[in-house]
């Protein structure tokens, strides 16, 4: 027996981004941002309401995004609690902000893994869009990183967002290898 939950669209945990921007004056800003993923490769994608983010990356066309993880977790929340139009955000967190040497975009020293990206479309304008960006560059702690080099979840412990029962979680277990449990059934 299945029920309905009409058009719920919050079924499913999504990534925690921190979107870092600057604005106008060069101050450093940051946002939680749930409704944003990689869309390919090398793009992410988010929308985003009227917020100070919003202006800034309109107005400066980049933006760097840093996974929220579970060493992280208190000012990934404080990023969408406040709003940087009232307070400096980056000096309340106690973070370091550094400037990106790849797009005119905050670094967030202490967040484990940040993809510098640089806008390719906006659908939309300062009071919401949808914004698609081309990583340009990965910065990543080489302590999450495994004996290949390659980003290592168990030690990276990334955040997704729940949106049903508004928890952050931490990502979970392998349960199979991609592209190789399902060749049982070929």
Not at 147 to 159: E, H, I, S, T
Request: glycine share 8%; with cysteine.
């Amino acid at each position: 027996m299945k029920k309905s939950l009409g058009n719920a669209g919050e079924l499913f945990p999504q990534s925690v981004f921190i979107i870092a921007s600057y604005s106008e004056d060069g101050t450093p800003n940051a946002m939680n941002a749930a409704w944003a993923g990689e869309c390919s490769r090398h793009e992410i994608c988010f929308n985003i309401g009227d917020h100070q983010t919003t202006e800034n990356i309109v107005k400066r066309r980049a933006f760097t995004v840093a996974p929220a993880t579970v060493a992280t977790v208190v000012t990934a929340d404080y990023f969408g609690i406040a709003t940087g139009r009232r307070v400096n955000k980056a000096q309340q967190s106690g973070l370091t902000f550094t400037k990106s040497e790849h797009v005119d975009a905050p670094v967030i020293e202490e967040y484990p893994l940040i993809m510098e990206c640089e806008v390719t479309a906006i659908d939309g304008d300062e009071h919401g869009a949808r914004v698609v960006g081309r990583i340009v560059n990965v910065l990543v702690d080489e302590n999450i990183l495994d004996a290949d080099g390659k980003v290592d979840f168990d030690k990276f412990q990334p955040l997704v967002y729940d949106a049903a029962h508004m928890t952050y979680r931490v990502v979970g277990e392998e349960v199979g290898g991609a592209w190789s449990v399902g060749k049982s059934l070929a």
